[in-house]
């Protein structure tokens, strides 16, 4: 026969019952409405843009998104409207992809000198600047683009164009450099690196001392330490804060407006003096839209819209994931 | 006959800890020196082979940098060679990584402070173009214009963070997880976006462009950062709190009303100031819902109103000398704003940790 000892018996948790007063339910209700106008307004802003240009994708469907042509009607039938976005939507993801691919092996280096290599005083001195950094509005980085960077990127261009021209994507048609996705690329990357330095930062901070102690102890170097616990650990953090930074590129507006040449034609040679952006579209165009045509630019709008959505909750899911505390 | 001598004790001696890591004066001497004779080194190259600019003379740093260390270390463990090389890497990529923000920092001071005369404070352009000397007209308007929306968006948004604050930490009710990933994923709603969408409703509805649809535009896009912040600030809070104010007999509205929200007060004002200074230099979607304006504009349903970012983009597509460096003054201004902002914070968020 088994014998219970009364020590191995663990007591039952007794059952809690929350009673909430009528006080208590009024000011629950009233938090949680407060709380779920972010989730109405986000909502909202999908609903109103898709019904404002209904009409466009009722009209023109898939050719929206395909065609290459923004034609303002003259009315009186003789010109057509004849509204569609392809090239600024490869053109954003272009610029885009470009800033990316620039700004992550700086971010990183930058996240792990902050972290790992700078001296206690300046850690705390370039944390702060970086936090700064990060809330510059990118007006101003458009300002520093067109002013004082385009004239280095036409000289990179330039050394670019001759040295690397048999690369399919570099090689120029006309000898015109400047406004070029590629300088706007650049520009971006400066925009999106304090955003994505501060998200990689912060998770490389989070990187349990012991390891990083117990690799030193097994006798690993500063970079074997960074290689096998840091980097490891900090991954999806890092993809992450990428993910943000990109969301961040497919939606800026001044920055780009100010530095691409916006042409309607398909263009992936990123030298080339041309290129398109969704976001500086509708600035360009808002200004002296007729009717129909502002519906159409509502309608591209609401293309952006959903496609930083999708990047953005891709975002916050790993973000949320490889931060969450415990 | 054996004697014992009797050696004098010596005094035990503690161990000094040893921080053998830590670069000792020599190495440091080192450093520099090697630094040095590599900037002359590139200096030189740079002379003479005709590489133009900063840039140049920064890639020839590198590469002879580069060189050096690993000339340095090729009698050492590959190892530690290999850790010498990553780390010159490294530190590269964070030189490149700041230089350009570190650049904007300094030209935007450097050009700006040409312009910041009193009058820029005090005047507006009114009756002044754009290509006039620079000791007249001035921002005021869009100082004034750009408070104004910003202010009218902070008192719309923060009550509605903190109310998203409380249900997050407080009530933590089956939608928590909802809220908190769209309040992320709204924070990356485009700002041109959020433009639109006012217009679409807002500005349509009353049919015509005003400081109120700025402002409802700026909301959208501080909601979320004023949202996370208050939360964060919130989580701070120790449970000891709550459970001695329930123990106390205090419901749970009164917890959170008298317990909780005072604890954080500062906290909250550094949600509120994040979010200001995240927002003050949105340009794009102003240029959807408020225009601008040249004079001075204090009813906010008053139509088109001057603002500190379109003020600066104005300038920016006129493009002269002097509007360029009115807009380079602009924002100056701005920076200065949000500078501020953000030390003010910085301030407050530290007073809670006390």
Not at chain 1, 102 to 111: K, R
Not at chain 2, 195 to 221: C, P, Q, R
Not at chain 2, 275 to 294: C, D, F, K, Q, Y
């Amino acid at each position: 026969m088994e014998a219970l000892i009364a020590s191995e018996i663990a007591p039952e948790p007794r059952q809690l019952s929350v009673v909430y007063n009528r006080a208590d339910r009024i000011f629950r209700r009233i938090v949680t409405s407060g709380a779920l106008t972010s989730l109405v307004l986000l909502g909202l802003i999908g609903v109103f843009l898709f019904v404002k240009s209904a009409q466009i994708f009722n009209d023109r469907g898939l050719s929206f998104i395909t065609g290459s042509n923004w034609t303002a009607g003259s009315g009186d039938g003789v010109i057509l409207d004849d509204f569609s976005i392809g090239p600024m939507l490869t053109g954003t993801i272009l610029v885009s992809v470009i800033a990316l691919i620039i700004a992550m092996p700086l971010a990183i280096g930058g996240a792990l000198y902050i972290e790992f290599y700078a001296a206690s005083r300046l850690r705390k001195l370039l944390s702060t600047l970086l936090d700064l950094a990060a809330a510059i509005p990118s007006l101003i980085f458009g300002l520093w683009g067109v002013v004082l960077f385009t004239s280095f990127g036409e000289r990179w261009s330039i050394l670019l164009n001759s040295r690397l021209g048999w690369v399919p994507f570099i090689k120029v048609q006309a000898e015109v450099f400047g406004r070029s996705p590629f300088v706007a690329g650049c520009v971006l990357a400066s925009l999106i690196t304090p955003i994505i330095t501060s998200v990689s930062r912060e998770v490389f901070s989070r990187t349990p001392r012991d390891l990083i102690d117990t690799c030193y102890a097994l006798g690993s170097s500063r970079w074997g330490a960074i290689r096998t616990v840091v980097l490891p650990f900090g991954r999806s953090g890092v993809i992450g804060g990428a993910m943000l930074g990109l969301g961040r590129a497919l939606g800026e507006t001044v920055a780009v407006y100010l530095l691409l040449n916006i042409v309607f034609r398909y263009n992936f040679r990123i030298l080339e003096s041309e290129g398109g952006n969704i976001a500086s579209l509708i600035a360009l165009k808002f200004g002296e839209a007729t009717e129909y045509e502002l519906k159409a630019l509502v309608a591209a709008g609401f293309v952006l819209f959903l496609l930083t959505l999708v990047v953005n909750m891709f975002a916050a899911t790993i973000v949320e994931k490889s931060t969450r505390r415990k | 006959m054996s004697t014992f001598v009797i050696e004098p004790q010596s005094q035990p001696v503690a161990p000094q800890p040893t921080t053998p890591w830590k670069p000792t004066r020599k190495t440091k001497f080192a450093g520099a020196f090697l630094i040095a004779v590599v900037a002359i080194a590139s200096f030189a190259i740079v002379l003479l082979t005709g590489l133009a600019g900063i840039d140049g003379f920064g890639l020839t740093f590198l590469v002879v940098f580069f060189g050096a260390t690993a000339v340095r270390t090729k009698r050492l463990n590959p190892k530690v060679r290999k850790d010498a090389m990553v780390g010159v890497a490294i530190c590269a990529a964070a030189v490149l990584a700041f230089f350009p923000w570190m650049s904007i920092f300094v030209s935007v001071v450097v050009k700006g402070a040409k312009g910041l005369q009193p009058n820029f404070l005090i005047e507006n352009m009114q009756l002044t173009t754009p290509d006039d000397e620079l000791n007249m007209g001035g921002a005021a308007h869009a100082i004034i214009g750009s408070l104004m929306m910003v202010a009218i968006a902070a008192a719309i948004t923060l009550p509605l963070g903190i109310l998203s604050g409380v249900y997050l930490t407080e009530i933590r009710g089956r939608l928590t997880f909802l809220v908190r990933f769209v309040v992320q994923s709204m924070s990356g709603v485009p700002s041109i976006v959020a433009g639109l969408f006012i217009y679409t409703t807002f500005v349509n509805y009353t049919n015509s462009f005003s400081g109120m649809a700025g402002s409802l535009a700026l909301a959208v896009l501080m909601l979320p950062t004023v949202a996370r912040t208050a939360e964060e600030v919130m989580k701070l809070v120790p449970d000891d709190l709550r459970s001695a104010s329930y123990a106390l007999g205090a419901r749970q509205w009164r917890t959170s009303l008298m317990v909780i929200l005072p604890t954080v007060r500062s906290g909250l004002t550094t949600a509120g100031i994040l979010g200001i200074a995240r927002v003050i230099g949105e340009t794009a979607p102003l240029l959807l819902t408020s225009l601008s304006n040249n004079s001075y504009v204090f009813n906010p349903m008053g139509g088109p109103i001057g603002s500190l970012p379109t003020y600066v983009f104005g300038l920016l597509q006129i493009g002269t000398e002097n509007s360029i460096n009115r807009a380079w003054t602009g924002s100056l201004v701005l920076m200065l704003l949000v500078m501020v902002l953000f030390l003010t914070a910085r301030y407050f968020g530290g007073k809670d940790n006390r």
